[in-house]
């Protein structure tokens, strides 16, 4: 299999419209098809070949049959070349110098990810890039909170010669020492070390539960989108609780995120036996996946 980049594609990325079928198109090809909404259907195939450049066969093959023309075809000394994900048709010369006489079996061939089974990857990414910029920033707090607790009484010297120097500049006390940022602050160091060692080895905790959903997300697996539901439901209180003391723009955004996340995840994905659970995504997946993917696509 040869990926041949977006850049090396040039104007070639174009469907091939051939004369004569063997097979009936049931599926649309991707990217062809008119969006039946005001909004665009986004083709993720077509998203995927722009970064990750497109999956070819037969361009090492001296000899091609019949059963190769659902991924490679020869016309006028061409040959035309099936982008096994995205489906375009891309004209290359023939091998000069092949390594293969044949193509290899079905069965040894992987076929890219396409279809929802391609969205849902995009999507799962997404998520997990989330919980890395989750876990750095725990990880980051975490840190801070025993630095903190180590030097305590040498910062709580350097914390109140900051708190006067403002009270001269503002000519008085500082008139939200009972609320905001510097309350937080001074709040600090009211909290007992033992306290404070027991935030951070929490924060740290919770900061690797984070760091193990992105793992497991970014590959796909299915616990870790059942872990990331968990978590998000346990911690909804919180968050809500949150709003009720202080409202920002930036809690209400990851509020916003969190659920989405969690519909997503029990929607989409069929967590908890929801639209029929697990088997009915299996069958789903393996429906959008492998050469049968491939054949109802095939013109």
């Known amino acids: 299999m040869q990926r041949l980049s977006s850049r090396r594609r040039g104007n070639w990325c174009s469907n091939l419209q051939s004369g004569s079928s063997d097979h009936v198109t049931i599926m649309a090809p991707p990217g062809i098809e008119k969006p039946r909404r005001f909004r665009p259907k986004l083709a993720w195939e077509l998203l995927a070949c722009s970064f990750r450049g497109h999956e ?3 361009t090492d093959v001296a000899v091609l049959s019949a059963d190769d023309a659902i991924v490679v075809r020869e016309y006028d000394g061409l040959r035309w070349h099936r982008c096994l994900r995205c489906d375009s048709w891309l004209p290359l010369q023939p091998p000069t110098d092949p390594a293969l006489q044949r193509m290899p079996p079905r ?4 076929v890219p990810l396409r279809g929802r089974p391609l969205r849902d990857r995009f ?3 997404a998520i997990a890039i989330d919980r890395i910029i989750h876990f750095v920033l725990l990880a980051a707090l975490t840190v801070g909170i025993l630095f903190f607790a180590h030097d305590r009484e040498r910062l709580r010297g350097a914390w109140t010669r900051i708190l006067n120097r403002l009270q001269s500049a503002t000519g008085g006390p500082i008139s939200d020492t009972h609320k905001g940022l510097l309350h937080d602050v001074d709040r600090l160091f009211t909290i007992s070390t033992n306290r404070l060692l027991l935030y951070a080895a929490l924060l740290g905790v919770y900061a690797l539960v984070n760091l193990i959903e992105a793992v497991g997300l970014w590959s796909a697996r299915r ?3 059942y872990l990331a ?6 911690l909804l209180p919180i ?3 949150e709003l009720t003391i202080r409202v920002s723009p930036l809690k209400i955004v990851a509020l916003i995120v969190s659920i989405a996340i969690v519909i997503y995840l029990l929607v989409a994905h069929r967590l908890f036996g929801i639209r029929g659970g697990g088997k009915v995504m299996e069958a789903e997946r393996e429906r959008d996946t492998g050469w049968p993917a491939l054949e109802r696509t095939a013109i």
């Open 123 to 125: 999507v799962l990414r």
């Open 107 to 110: 069965d040894q061939i992987e």
């Open 223 to 225: 616990w870790a989108e």
């Open 239 to 241: 968050d809500i609780h």
């Open 229 to 234: 539901v968990i978590e998000v439901v346990v």
């Open 56 to 58: 070819l066969l037969g």
